[in-house]
């Protein structure tokens, strides 16, 4: 049975994209695989362990569990776009001086949740708690993550920064 | 200069994992590549009797279909690498068309995509003559079991004793005024890197060569026994591991779903790649633990401890994985810990069942054993009154008796074991939190030693393990003064490029940042058996670096001496600038020595060009690390949920190249085995089903289950490892869950006789809690007066 | 683990998604957040011919709050739901029992209509639902209707909503007498629970006046603890009525047992739930407090 296509187009990391691809394909693998953005990682396909996390129009979701399809004419934010190439980002430099990261599979979605986190200005303790909730790693031990967390977001302004979670 | 080792350095891969610029397998996309999906047996036992794949091979998107005929054609038995004393097999097919476990792989599809090569599985058509499961060890000891070889006349693949044993031992415990006897338990476990594993294959028919990036511990090894079972030689095979998303044991051999999809490139003559799914994963990739300890410990009347005995039933699964019943062999050579006994010894049995197989898992061996035994010594303390510390101080091996030898044939080397255990203990107190209504409070204790730094050779050639204790670093000045080193350890997370150029930069006195380090890759790497397995990449990969870089930098330094007309013991070396002491102005850079030395000038005499030195390091000992850890938790009464609310760790690791990595290996083991305390289990149905095949039924441990630690290091160098080194990548792993489970006895001690298995789940713990009377005090079987 | 062929349609209007499961019933799946449909798709467990996603329709992405009741249209998110000031006002229990479905990222995503059509026996919303008494409002080329809860959730994953059908709305009833809780137990914060209840009381001078009580998790179906609602009326708020209060619930329940745990662990943590919750009811009175939505 011949799979249906479709042309998708969307805007990833503000650079306009078009591709013909399968409805049936997943917006993780449209990224990473007919995009060729392979920053963003797949591993487990059923929503739980978040390393594929996006922003699609600002909202961070797992691109394992939405269509390419359903991003034609949505505008994708992935790990690729959060510096210019040879920078780091504050929230990645602060994973990597506090040892946010082992392996770094999990961290791309991470990083991106973090980011949505940060512009919804949600609390110090909410980002380590209901965000970084969604995702697992299992190198960590998470207390790297945290401390990543804390350490960006003392950078914050105030109110948010305060708070810091045992 | 500052010293690089002992410094909380930057990781040097950062960076492009972070920005994902990483190279995971999954990234890897060549020109023409097809993808490879396994048809893997539906059922737990029985025979392959009908595998049609006509309307499969139908679809143009379908290019091939190797049927487990084809496959059995094409391929030989895979060996088995630790073999146990008259293990009943040592090498098993990689394709067959007897199924002996869910998942089992039976042939390979290969298509356009992987959703189409998905399509094609649906259509395939394969059919059984089924035979009863087993699932459970005890159960397939069974005289009317089912037997997965029947030609065995049994289920057990291997059984054999270690240390003390009947005669020993029985009458240290006839006679002893206490003793301790649990049936202990580990559940089975899924291994769970969040990266699955997955290959991309090339055969190149021109040169008749095949080219496999691959995610894997262990390069050379999967290079190896890729050529044994495709029949090709050694030089035909390259395999290289590029970044590596978690291995944690699972990735530290060759899979035979993996060599069919190499025979799928060979097949088809373009590249394959072949990605395993999360769902795949938790019955494709070997499980780990699953073993049952019928334990006994043996006390004087003054408490001290006088013997220890384990009766080991391993679940196995399918057959004997790669390592075997080694996981149960480590838990026995490893059981008696930093205790001095006079009698020490187990009985193993290895028993085959209608599972996956099970094989390496962080903590290998030890984990099960720490259990074992500090849930024992918790219950001795229990037992007799005694204070949980003072107890284990009471029969503690002291920094005097070491090197020690143990009753099994370990020589413990270096440290202070008390010292760990006091220093935990003291800080146990500065926390403690009180229990309130039904939410129960508890803090719980446990230590061990730790068998790191697998190595050397002739110890694994005594234990009948077919890999080489060795490792080799490579390290190499460039012409223009750049540094590369080169091992064949691999780096999968645990920071080992990062460590490796911290070693190498220290001992030739250059910056990190001048330094380069190339892992992974058969094509250059020095050769390496047993990779990065058993927490032995830094002890044996980075002692070799060490000895490489010394004698590169001495080189330099006789070169630099012959050109700056001085006494090489007057050369002093300061950020890759060679000079004479005292005397301004008369130094060389690494670059011009470098640039002369590679053109074969102003060299002195009987000096040799290259800037390059390799040592071969074939460690004499393993090394011992070991920790005390202690844990607090909170055991709500009424649903039975176990929270860690702090956690404490000393630990001794020799020397720690750089304490940032070193207490992340840490800490990430102690959430690992925080999950194995109260969330992680596989399991089966009694036909032989696994039911836990998504993060829906299978619960990892998620960042509400992990507090905060504390980590400290005590740092006794190795003596007999150059750098001084010990492992830390499984230690958090192995103690932890006992800790927990430790905890939870304080905590709850009416239960703490009947902890003896994990996960301590809140269904496992409501059910204890219920079963020793502890529910809602008004009792749940109270008629429920109305409200007047 | 990639999707089976299927079809995608993805109509502009109602009337164009009407027309699409009206034409191709049971071999359709409405594609909403896609939070529960996609990882089935994913594993192949879930085979429709054809996907028909609702996202681009636009009308269903709103909430309402009428008198008596908040009405929510099919495509909210949950995540919209966690943040309306209006609904936040109104009916407070719902953004309650939407924090405890998974985690922001999935919840941006998940749409109430979705949750409720998926029927999941272990969700919160149907719980919620159950204790308000609510409905779901099912639309389809032939006309509307509005099924109550109770005829809505059949079994598990199972709904009244034939075929044809589209949830376009869901129905919670406001009352503004009591005031509502969501308690659950679940493994981590964001995981299925175990159990969990929506609890309703008016509670006068330490007295429960009215009281409502639905669970979830603990049948193919979310279910209303009847008797301990009958137990609780006109009985005073303390550990007593909370004792006995919870052990009716756990009597009133008989959970399958699954790879967390077995019934008589649920029966048990739905006890626990009840009780806790009742005998950390504050008490104050409440009534008019919430009056703006009446």
Redesign the interface.
């Known amino acids: 049975m011949k799979a249906e296509t479709r042309e998708v187009t969307i805007s990833v990391n503000g650079q306009r994209m078009t591709r013909r691809t399968e409805v049936r394909t997943l917006l993780s693998d449209f990224l990473r695989h007919d995009l060729g953005l392979t920053g963003t990682h797949v591993g487990c396909e059923h929503g739980v362990c978040g390393a594929c996390t996006v922003l699609v129009d600002g909202v961070p979701m797992r691109s394992c569990l939405a269509l390419a399809v359903q991003a034609d004419g949505r505008a994708v934010e992935t790990v690729e776009g959060l510096a210019p190439e040879g920078e780091l980002s504050e929230m990645q430099q602060a994973m990597r001086d506090e040892h946010g990261l082992q392996c770094g599979f999990c961290t791309p979605g991470i990083l991106m949740s973090m980011l949505a986190a940060e512009r919804a200005g949600v609390s110090c303790a909410e980002a380590c708690g209901d965000v970084l909730g969604g995702h697992v790693c299992r190198c960590t031990g998470y207390q790297g993550i945290r401390a990543a967390v804390r350490r960006r977001w003392a950078t914050l302004p105030a109110a948010r920064g305060e708070e810091t979670p045992a | 200069m500052n010293r690089l080792v002992g410094a909380r350095v ?2 040097i ?3 492009r ?8 397998v ?2 890897i ?1 060549l020109p023409g590549m097809l993808h490879a999906v396994m048809v893997r047996a539906s059922i737990a036992h029985g025979r392959v009797t009908r595998f049609d794949a006509a309307e499969a091979l139908a679809d143009e998107d379908v290019h091939a279909v190797i049927t487990p005929e084809q496959a059995m054609a094409r391929t030989r038995d895979l060996p088995l690498v630790w073999l146990a004393p008259e293990q009943r097999h040592t090498h098993v097919p990689v394709a067959t068309d007897e199924v002996r476990y869910v998942g089992q792989p039976l042939g390979v599809v290969v298509a356009d ?4 090569a ?2 094609a599985l ?1 259509v395939i058509d394969v059919g059984y003559d089924e035979l009863d499961a087993v699932v459970d060890a005890e159960a397939a000891l069974a005289d009317d079991a089912p037997l997965l070889y029947p030609g065995w006349g049994t289920n057990v693949v291997a059984s054999y004793d270690i240390g003390d044993t009947g005669e020993e031992i029985e009458p240290v415990f006839a006679g002893a005024a206490h003793v301790v006897e649990r049936r202990l338990q580990v559940q089975r476990l899924a291994v ?5 594993r997955g290959l991309v294959a090339q055969w190149d028919a021109g040169t008749e060569s095949l080219t496999v990036w691959i995610s894997t511990q262990v390069s050379h090894h999967i290079r190896d026994h890729l050529a044994i079972v495709l029949g090709l030689r050694a030089d035909q095979v390259r395999v290289i591991a590029r ?4 291995g ?1 044991g699972s990735k530290e051999h060759l899979y035979a779903d993996e060599a069919l999809a190499c025979l799928a490139a060979m097949t088809t003559g373009r590249p394959v790649k072949w990605i395993e ?3 795949e994963h938790f019955g494709a990739t070997f499980h780990a633990r699953d073993v049952v300890h019928r334990a006994r410990l043996a006390l004087d009347e003054n408490g001290r401890f006088l013997a220890i005995h384990s009766d080991i039933v391993g679940n196995c699964g399918a057959h004997a994985s790669n390592v075997g019943t080694g996981p149960f062999r480590i838990s026995s050579i490893m059981l008696p810990g930093p205790y001095r006994f006079e009698r020490a010894g187990t009985r193993i049995r290895g028993v085959v069942t209608t599972t996956t197989p099970t094989g390496a898992m962080r903590g290998f061996g030890m984990q099960e054993a720490s259990w074992v035994r500090e849930r024992l010594v918790d219950e001795a303390a229990r037992e007799l009154g005694a204070d949980p510390v003072e107890l284990r101080l009471r029969n503690m091996l002291g920094p005097e008796d070491l090197p020690y030898e143990t009753r099994t044939y370990q020589r413990y080397d270096s440290g202070d074991y008390p010292e760990a255990l006091r220093r935990v203990g003291a800080e146990i107190d500065k926390r403690s939190r009180p229990s309130e209504g039904r939410i129960r409070r508890g803090v719980g204790v446990a230590t061990h030693v730790e068998f790191t730094g697998l190595g050397p050779s002739k110890m694994q050639q005594l234990v009948g393990f077919h890999l080489g204790g060795f490792e080799t670093g490579v390290v190499r000045v460039e012409p223009d003064g750049s540094v590369v080193v080169s091992s064949g350890v691999v780096g ?4 080992i490029e990062t460590t490796l150029a911290q070693l190498a930069a220290e001992q030739l006195h250059v910056p990190m940042s001048a330094v380069t380090v190339r892992l992974g890759d058969t094509a250059t790497a020095p050769y390496s058996a047993s990779g990065s397995i058993a927490s032995r990449s830094m002890v044996v990969g980075g002692g070799a670096v060490v000895r490489a870089g010394g004698r590169l930098r001495e080189r330099l330094v006789r070169i630099a001496a012959h050109r700056l007309e001085a006494d090489p013991g007057d050369i002093e070396v300061e950020e890759g600038v060679f000079s004479v002491k005292g005397v301004p102005g008369s130094s060389l850079t690494l670059a011009e020595l470098a640039g002369h030395a590679w053109l074969g000038w102003n060299l002195p005499p009987g000096e040799r060009a290259d800037l390059e030195e390799k040592d071969v390091h074939d460690p004499e000992n393993v090394s011992y690390s070991y920790a005390s850890h202690a844990a607090a938790v909170a055991v709500d009464l ?4 176990v929270r860690v609310e702090d956690y404490w760790v000393v630990h001794d690791a020799g020397t720690v190249v750089n304490p ?2 070193a ?2 290996q840490v ?6 085995g925080i999950g194995i305390a109260l ?1 992680e ?1 596989m ?1 089966y149905d009694p036909a032989g089903q696994p ?2 095949t ?4 299978y ?2 441990p ?8 504390d980590v400290s290091h005590l740092c006794t160098p190795a003596p007999h490892i150059p750098g001084g080194m010990k492992g830390l990548g499984e230690g ?1 792993t192995i103690l932890s869950p006992v800790t927990v489970g430790n905890a939870v006895a304080a905590a709850v001690p009416e239960i703490a006789e009947k902890l003896v298995e994990t996960p301590l ?3 496992r713990m ?2 204890l809690i ?1 079963e020793a009377g502890l ?2 005090e ?1 009792g ?1 079987h ?1 008629d ?4 007047e | 683990m990639k999707p089976a062929v299927f079809s995608y349609l993805d109509p502009r209007t109602l009337e164009e998604a009407l027309d699409a499961v009206g034409e191709h019933g049971d071999d359709a799946s409405v594609l909403a957040g896609g939070q529960s449909l996609v990882p089935l798709l994913n594993m192949r467990l879930a085979r429709p011919e054809v996907v028909v996603d609702i996202n681009r329709v636009p009308g269903l992405d709103t909430s309402r709050v009428e008198a008596g009741a908040v009405r929510v249209g099919a495509l909210v998110r949950a995540a919209t739901v966690e943040k309306d000031p209006a609904l936040a006002d109104a009916l407070p229990v719902l953004a309650d029992a939407v924090r405890h479905i998974a985690h922001p990222q999935i919840r941006n995503r998940t749409t109430i209509g979705g949750n409720v059509a998926h029927a999941d026996p272990s969700s919160e919303l149907p719980a919620v639902l159950a204790a308000l008494d609510g409905a779901v409002v099912l639309r389809s080329t032939a006309g509307e209707r509005t099924v109550g809860w109770e005829e809505f959730f059949v079994s598990v994953f199972t709904t009244a909503r034939e075929p044809e059908e589209l949830v376009t709305e869901v129905v919670f009833p406001v009352r503004p007498d009591l005031e509502f809780r969501w308690t659950e137990f679940a493994r981590h914060h964001g995981d299925f629970p175990v159990a969990g209840i929506c609890c309703g009381l008016d509670v006068e001078d330490g007295v429960v006046r009215a009281a409502r009580l639905a669970a979830t998790g603990v049948a193919d179906r979310p279910v209303r603890l009847r008797e301990a609602e009958t137990a609780l009326t006109d009985a005073a708020l303390g550990a007593e009525t909370a004792r006995a209060v919870g052990e009716l619930a756990r009597r009133a329940v008989d959970p399958p047992s699954d790879v967390h745990g077995s019934g008589d662990f649920r029966r048990a943590v739905l006890a626990t739930l009840v009780r806790r919750t009742i005998e950390t009811w504050p008490d104050r009175s409440q009534r008019g407090r919430r009056g703006a939505a009446a």
């Not at chain 2, 429920?784 to 409200?787: D, N």
């Open positions: 930057a990781r891969n950062d960076p994992l972070l920005t994902g610029r990483g190279t995971y999954d990234d996309s995509t992987r959703a189409s998905e399509d649906d769970n890197p969040i990266e699955p970044d590596v998303g978690g944690f799914d999360r769902g999968m997370g645990q920071g009424d649903t039975g949920q940032m990595i207490d992340g800490v990430g083991g102690v959430a690992h969330h289990e399991r039911i836990t998504s993060y829906l039924d619960v990892m998620t960042a509400e289950d992990i507090p905060d630690m958090g789940s809140p269904s409501w059910t219920h529910h809602d008004a749940p109270d429920p007066t109305s409200k």
